[in-house]
């Protein structure tokens, strides 16, 4: 027997190629400001402002992993660092984010990140664990 599996999509916003200029952590949850806000995926996939809070994350899970200078192939050493690290480090950063997946109480966000202190953008993924929500704050 085959079954066939078809992705279909229930986030009903898109964050792809949308810019993230600010992280915020309050308490267990993460707010990711964006600066233009996302693209809603239903009707005429207009772009609407706002910023998203996912709750309950769990910095003992979640990861950031810095991969490649400006997206290369081939071989690289990259770096693993814990999220708590991440967000105590780098405060003033712009991250544009060009993937994101869902799963069981975990998301990951794929895209460039750019740091003021360093000319070429860095691929980065984060990978996060939360027991929450995702909440759009969807600015009417």
Do not use: W
């Amino acid at each position: 027997m085959n079954v066939i599996y078809h992705f279909q999509p229930t986030a009903p916003y898109s964050l792809h190629d949308m810019r993230v200029n600010r992280i915020e952590r309050t308490g267990e949850n993460l707010r990711f400001c964006f600066e233009t806000g996302y693209v809603e995926l239903k009707g005429e996939n207009r772009q609407v402002s706002g910023d998203l809070l996912i709750e309950r994350v769990s910095m003992a899970f979640s990861d950031v992993y810095f991969l490649s200078e400006n997206g290369a192939y081939g071989t690289f050493q990259g770096q693993r660092m814990e999220l708590e690290s991440f967000l105590d480090r780098y405060r003033d950063i712009s991250f544009e984010i060009l993937d994101e997946a869902y799963g069981y109480h975990t998301v990951t966000y794929r895209g460039y990140l750019s740091l003021p202190d360093r000319e070429p953008l860095m691929e980065v993924m984060l990978s996060l664990y939360y027991t929450g929500n995702i909440v759009y704050e969807v600015q009417e």
